[in-house]
């Protein structure tokens, strides 16, 4: 699945299961930033913000409450008009 393919939330099941998935992903991705935050690396940090900003908008509108605490400082921005 491609940055810019996008998850239907009412799909079927599948696409259900890929919705679940990028979730458990951006958890994971804003966890791997928080240690890496921590322990003062920079660079890993940046690049972790821009792959969870960019798994956020893979998942879209339809899960911003659960994703509402993985928040990250890189502005939203559209990859899809680059």
């Given at each position: 699945?491609?940055?810019?393919?996008?998850?239907?939330?009412?799909?079927?099941?599948?696409?259900?299961?890929?919705?679940?998935?990028?979730?458990?992903?951006?958890?994971?991705?804003?966890?791997?930033?928080?240690?890496?935050q921590?322990?003062?690396?920079?660079?890993?940090?940046n690049?972790?913000?821009?792959?969870?900003?960019?798994?956020?908008?893979?998942?879209?509108?339809?899960?911003?409450?659960?994703?509402?605490?993985?928040?990250?400082?890189?502005?939203?921005?559209s990859?899809?008009?680059?």
């Amino acid at each position: 699945m491609g940055v810019t393919s996008g998850v239907k939330i009412n799909g079927d099941l599948g696409a259900n299961d890929a919705l679940d998935e990028l979730v458990a992903l951006a958890r994971m991705i804003a966890y791997a930033r928080q240690v890496a935050q921590d322990v003062k690396l920079q660079f890993a940090t940046n690049c972790l913000d821009l792959a969870l900003e960019a798994v956020k908008q893979e998942v879209g509108e339809g899960l911003t409450r659960e994703l509402a605490e993985l928040s990250s400082p890189v502005p939203l921005l559209s990859i899809k008009s680059h």
